[in-house]
């Protein structure tokens, strides 16, 4: 992705994509994919940088994503929700709230995301991020009502199987990180939801991490994968 958005015209620093999507499983410790279709979403507040990011995919023809050659066949434009205060979300790529640590060292514990910390990781840097796009500190003090609640019975479901509520992924800095899938409602200003919808969520943004989707958005809904195979065992 980064090679070719060098390629663009113009720039965004606040740009946004998907894991890719399609049939898959993990084996041997990647991810092989069983069908030969796949998706993958971009977003960015300027309409103009999206636009001519995926007609430069286009105009490639092949991209090559780690062992895929990839043929772009289509693509569609999926709207804005209607953004109010408390809206439902489904992770299309990993959550990242959380500074990188080393892998080397005894690993920490991924947070529960039932705790206030979690929620208040995802607040800083959501805050400094929309700061960096020209949001005036009048305009951030309104945004002060922020809350998410992850989705208790995938919660439940999560501690039934004894299963850990974060994966472990590398950035593109190689640097280890736990990433978070899972659904959740998030109670926050309609500015809020709408930079998150366009900028993604969370911590490494901009390299394909903290992308969400609306529960029950029909246009996107073979995309809204809670439960995407892990980068790295």
Known sequence: MEEVIRELPIQSEFYNFSSLKGTS???????????????????????EFAEQLVKKIFDRRLV?????????????????PDFKTVMKYVCISPLVPQQPFIAEDIAPEPLDPR??????????????????????????????????????????????SQKKFA???????????FGYLLPFTLH?????????????????????YGMIDVVGNEAAADLSDTQAPPAEN
Not at 127 to 149: C, D, P, S, V, Y
């Open 64 to 80: 090559s994503f780690a062992k895929l050659t990839l043929v772009p066949k289509a693509y569609q434009v999926i709207p804005d």
């Open 25 to 47: 499983k993990v084996q041997n410790g990647q991810i092989r994919f069983l069908s030969s279709k796949i998706s993958l979403v971009i977003s960015a507040p300027e309409a």
């Open 167 to 177: 994966r472990i992924y590398k950035n593109n800095f190689n640097q280890t990180i």
């Open 115 to 160: 705790t206030q910390e979690i929620s208040d990781l995802f607040f800083e840097t959501i805050l400094n991020r929309m700061e960096q796009a020209g949001f005036t500190e009048k305009q951030l003090n309104e945004f002060a009502e922020f809350e998410i609640t992850p989705d208790p019975q995938y919660i439940d479901r999560l501690v039934a």
């Open 188 to 208: 926050a200003h309609p500015q809020v939801h709408k930079f998150i919808w366009d900028c993604g969520m969370g911590l490494f943004t901009t390299q394909g």
